[in-house]
Protein backbone atom coordinates (compact mmCIF):
# COMPACT_ATOMS: atom_id res chain seq x y z
CA UNK A 1 0.00 0.00 0.00
CA UNK A 2 2.95 2.54 0.75
CA UNK A 3 4.26 2.46 -2.28
CA UNK A 4 1.16 3.17 -3.61
CA UNK A 5 0.42 -0.10 -6.35
CA UNK A 6 -3.17 -0.55 -5.30
CA UNK A 7 -4.23 -3.80 -7.61
CA UNK A 8 -1.32 -5.99 -6.23
CA UNK A 9 -1.87 -5.00 -2.84
CA UNK A 10 -5.59 -6.04 -3.83
CA UNK A 11 -4.76 -9.24 -5.09
CA UNK A 12 -2.87 -10.06 -1.68
CA UNK A 13 -5.61 -8.77 0.04
CA UNK A 14 -8.09 -11.16 -1.88
CA UNK A 15 -5.92 -14.50 -1.98
CA UNK A 16 -5.13 -13.97 1.97
CA UNK A 17 -9.10 -15.58 3.06
CA UNK A 18 -8.18 -18.53 0.55
CA UNK A 19 -5.08 -19.01 2.18
CA UNK A 20 -6.38 -18.45 5.65
CA UNK A 21 -9.44 -20.66 5.22
CA UNK A 22 -7.51 -23.65 3.51
CA UNK A 23 -5.29 -23.81 7.12
CA UNK A 24 -8.34 -22.78 8.86
CA UNK A 25 -10.79 -26.51 7.76
CA UNK A 26 -8.01 -28.41 6.89
CA UNK A 27 -9.20 -31.45 8.00
CA UNK A 28 -12.43 -30.33 7.98
CA UNK A 29 -14.72 -32.89 5.79
CA UNK A 30 -17.43 -30.22 5.10
CA UNK A 31 -14.97 -27.88 3.30
CA UNK A 32 -12.48 -31.14 1.26
CA UNK A 33 -14.39 -34.27 -0.62
CA UNK A 34 -12.47 -37.57 0.43
CA UNK A 35 -10.59 -37.09 -3.01
CA UNK A 36 -8.86 -33.88 -1.31
CA UNK A 37 -11.21 -31.27 -3.69
CA UNK A 38 -11.30 -28.27 -1.92
CA UNK A 39 -15.04 -26.37 -1.90
CA UNK A 40 -13.31 -23.25 -2.47
CA UNK A 41 -15.98 -21.00 -2.60
CA UNK A 42 -17.43 -22.14 0.70
CA UNK A 43 -14.02 -22.38 2.77
CA UNK A 44 -13.27 -18.15 1.64
CA UNK A 45 -17.02 -17.10 2.60
CA UNK A 46 -17.47 -18.65 5.80
CA UNK A 47 -13.86 -17.73 6.92
CA UNK A 48 -14.97 -14.18 5.49
CA UNK A 49 -18.30 -14.57 7.86
CA UNK A 50 -15.86 -15.53 10.39
CA UNK A 51 -13.40 -13.60 10.41
CA UNK A 52 -14.09 -10.02 8.77
CA UNK A 53 -15.92 -7.88 11.08
CA UNK A 54 -19.17 -7.59 10.49
CA UNK A 55 -19.65 -4.30 11.75
CA UNK A 56 -16.38 -2.97 9.74
CA UNK A 57 -16.04 -1.17 7.08
CA UNK A 58 -16.12 -4.40 4.41
CA UNK A 59 -19.58 -4.85 5.54
CA UNK A 60 -20.28 -1.30 5.49
CA UNK A 61 -18.94 -0.44 2.33
CA UNK A 62 -20.45 -3.41 0.14
CA UNK A 63 -23.60 -4.97 2.99
CA UNK A 64 -24.17 -8.44 3.97
CA UNK A 65 -23.31 -10.07 0.77
CA UNK A 66 -19.30 -8.86 1.30
CA UNK A 67 -18.14 -12.47 1.61
CA UNK A 68 -19.23 -13.31 -1.55
CA UNK A 69 -18.37 -10.46 -3.44
CA UNK A 70 -14.79 -10.63 -2.53
CA UNK A 71 -14.78 -14.21 -3.56
CA UNK A 72 -16.25 -12.76 -7.07
CA UNK A 73 -13.51 -10.17 -7.52
CA UNK A 74 -10.71 -12.66 -6.12
CA UNK A 75 -11.73 -14.94 -8.97
CA UNK A 76 -12.31 -12.27 -11.41
CA UNK A 77 -8.46 -10.91 -10.75
CA UNK A 78 -6.99 -13.77 -10.09
CA UNK A 79 -8.43 -15.88 -13.11
CA UNK A 80 -9.47 -13.44 -15.74
CA UNK A 81 -6.97 -10.14 -14.70
CA UNK A 82 -10.35 -7.94 -14.49
CA UNK A 83 -12.39 -6.25 -12.00
CA UNK A 84 -14.87 -4.94 -14.37
CA UNK A 85 -17.51 -7.01 -13.50
CA UNK A 86 -18.37 -6.55 -9.97
CA UNK A 87 -21.15 -6.54 -8.36
CA UNK A 88 -22.30 -7.35 -4.90
CA UNK A 89 -25.55 -9.04 -3.69
CA UNK A 90 -27.13 -7.38 -0.43
CA UNK A 91 -30.27 -8.01 0.86
CA UNK A 92 -31.61 -9.41 -2.78
CA UNK A 93 -30.33 -5.74 -4.44
CA UNK A 94 -27.81 -6.39 -6.96
CA UNK A 95 -25.70 -3.51 -7.18
CA UNK A 96 -22.35 -2.24 -9.00
CA UNK A 97 -19.35 -1.29 -7.09
CA UNK A 98 -16.92 0.80 -8.14
CA UNK A 99 -13.04 0.82 -6.75
CA UNK A 100 -11.86 3.98 -5.73
CA UNK A 101 -8.29 5.10 -4.77
CA UNK A 102 -7.03 8.12 -2.85
CA UNK A 103 -10.31 7.76 -1.01
CA UNK A 104 -10.84 6.78 2.66
CA UNK A 105 -14.81 5.89 2.24
CA UNK A 106 -17.48 4.15 0.66
CA UNK A 107 -20.23 6.01 -1.63
CA UNK A 108 -23.32 4.89 -1.37
CA UNK A 109 -25.30 5.83 -4.65
CA UNK A 110 -28.82 4.99 -6.05
CA UNK A 111 -27.54 1.68 -7.88
CA UNK A 112 -23.87 1.72 -6.89
CA UNK A 113 -21.16 1.37 -4.45
CA UNK A 114 -17.86 3.07 -4.36
CA UNK A 115 -15.46 1.73 -2.46
CA UNK A 116 -11.86 2.49 -1.44
CA UNK A 117 -9.45 0.20 -2.70
CA UNK A 118 -7.22 1.44 0.55
CA UNK A 119 -9.70 0.85 3.29
CA UNK A 120 -10.73 -2.50 1.86
CA UNK A 121 -7.24 -3.75 1.58
CA UNK A 122 -6.30 -2.65 4.89
CA UNK A 123 -9.88 -4.38 6.67
CA UNK A 124 -8.71 -7.96 5.18
CA UNK A 125 -4.98 -7.49 6.17
CA UNK A 126 -6.17 -6.90 9.88
CA UNK A 127 -8.96 -9.31 9.50
CA UNK A 128 -6.04 -11.98 8.21
CA UNK A 129 -3.68 -10.73 11.01
CA UNK A 130 -5.65 -11.05 13.44
CA UNK A 131 -6.75 -14.61 12.73
CA UNK A 132 -3.09 -15.06 12.43
CA UNK A 133 -2.48 -14.30 16.07
CA UNK A 134 -5.36 -15.85 18.02
CA UNK A 135 -4.62 -19.08 15.97
CA UNK A 136 -1.07 -19.23 14.83
CA UNK A 137 -0.60 -21.87 18.19
CA UNK A 138 -3.39 -24.31 16.88
CA UNK A 139 -1.96 -24.12 13.41
CA UNK A 140 -1.00 -27.26 12.57
CA UNK A 141 0.09 -26.82 9.24
CA UNK A 142 3.26 -27.16 7.37
CA UNK A 143 4.51 -23.29 6.24
CA UNK A 144 7.69 -23.47 3.45
CA UNK A 145 10.26 -21.26 5.64
CA UNK A 146 12.50 -18.91 3.49
CA UNK A 147 16.06 -18.37 4.26
CA UNK A 148 17.56 -15.14 4.55
CA UNK A 149 20.87 -15.57 2.19
CA UNK A 150 22.08 -12.53 4.08
CA UNK A 151 22.01 -13.97 7.17
CA UNK A 152 25.22 -16.37 7.75
CA UNK A 153 22.52 -18.82 10.15
CA UNK A 154 20.58 -19.52 7.24
CA UNK A 155 23.31 -19.94 4.74
CA UNK A 156 24.35 -22.60 7.35
CA UNK A 157 20.72 -23.98 7.43
CA UNK A 158 20.55 -24.30 3.70
CA UNK A 159 24.38 -26.23 3.19
CA UNK A 160 23.30 -28.54 6.12
CA UNK A 161 19.94 -29.37 4.18
CA UNK A 162 22.19 -29.61 0.63
CA UNK A 163 24.68 -31.96 2.35
CA UNK A 164 27.48 -28.99 1.89
CA UNK A 165 28.76 -29.05 5.86
CA UNK A 166 32.46 -27.93 6.15
CA UNK A 167 34.75 -30.64 7.35
Not at 75 to 94: E, K, Q, R, Y
Not at 106 to 127: G, K, T, Y
Request: hydrophobic share 35%; glycine share 6%; net charge negative.
Amino acid sequence: MAEKNHFAALAVALMLPSMCSRIEYAGNAAYCNPSGRWHDRDCYVDWCKNYISPSGFTELGLGTGYPFFLYSLRCDMLHAGTTLNTHVVSDGVSESVELMINSGGVCHLEDARAISIEQLCCDIFRSAENWFENYKYDLNTPCQEVLDMSDKKDRDVLDERLGRVDE
